[in-house]
């Protein structure tokens, strides 16, 4: 599982394109003239390095069909199901915050737990270290059995 401030990150992640306004509704495009079809392609662009290459002019202008607002009904379900669901994230990152380590803890004690975890874990690798080495003994000793039983058949 991922750790907390994973977590955290993840439901500001998710809240995060909720509380920007939704696209408001573009305007029509404009025909490309074959003169000015990008603001860098004008004649008055002074910098060759700026200039980008010709858009294709053949395409035809991309037409959108005129915006409607929803219903208000509509609108009014959306609202609650967004606060809703705003409610529901916000009260999961306040116990992802929560679940942080507690600020009332001086640095002495924090860097105390942080040296039983260091101990922890080296006596953990020191475990993992000795079973592996028992485990390279043990395949050893199959290896040498399973050598002897296939010559003896053989």
Do not use: Y
């Amino acid at each position: 599982m991922a750790d907390r401030l994973t977590q955290l990150q993840d439901c500001l992640d998710q809240v995060q394109p909720s509380l920007h306004p939704s696209p408001s509704p573009l305007p029509p495009l404009l025909p490309q003239t074959p003169n000015h079809t990008h603001p860098a392609n004008h004649p008055q662009a002074s910098n060759p390095i700026l200039r980008l290459p010709p858009l294709h002019n053949n395409a035809p202008p991309l037409r959108l069909p005129p915006w409607r607002p929803p219903s208000p009904p509509t609108f009014s379900a959306a609202i609650k199901e967004l606060a809703h669901d705003l409610v529901l994230k916000q009260q999961q990152i306040e116990a992802i915050i929560n679940s942080l380590p507690a600020i009332e803890k001086s640095e002495e004690e924090q860097v105390a737990r942080i040296r039983e975890l260091d101990v922890e874990v080296r006596a953990m690798e020191a475990e993992r270290v000795g079973v592996l080495a028992m485990k390279e003994e043990l395949l050893a000793r199959v290896e040498g059995v399973i050598g002897r039983v296939s010559v003896g058949r053989g």
